[in-house]
């Protein structure tokens, strides 16, 4: 059975930092991408930044791009997301997200249970 527990979320000020983990177990997605969508209230479930397991290529949406860094660790089996200079408009809960090939909701495999990141201003 494959789970994603994720950790690191929390509450801070605008310009601070988090770091987000997900550790998988189960089984390993050598040949795809494991990354991070996050989901405001009233919004849709957006992707903010993914990572093959393989080459450890990484993709950031446009508006992350410079300030949150995707990482992982082989040997735990465990992605991160270091997340700097936080925005107000960064508040949501972010899913970990892991087995798909093109980063969109419907080909993610399995979800993380979400963790709340709130910045206030």
């Known amino acids: 059975q494959v789970q994603l527990v994720e950790s690191g979320g929390g509450l801070v000020q605008a310009g601070g930092s988090l770091k987000l983990s997900c550790a998988a177990s189960?089984?390993?997605?050598?040949?795809?991408?494991m990354g991070w969508f996050r989901q405001a209230p009233g919004k849709e479930r957006e992707p903010v930044a993914a990572?093959?397991?393989?080459?450890?290529?990484?993709y950031y949406v446009d508006s992350v791009k410079g300030r949150f860094t995707i990482s992982r660790d082989t040997a735990k089996n465990t992605v991160y997301l270091q997340m700097n200079s936080l925005k107000p408009e960064d508040t949501a809960v972010y899913y970990c997200?892991?087995?798909?090939?093109?980063?969109?909701?419907?080909?993610?495999?399995?979800w993380g249970q979400g963790t709340q990141v709130t910045v206030s201003s």
């Open positions: 189960g089984r390993t997605f050598s040949s795809s991408a």
């Open positions: 997200a892991a087995d798909f090939l093109e980063i969109r909701v419907a080909d993610v495999g399995y």
């Open positions: 990572i093959t397991w393989n080459t450890g290529a990484t």
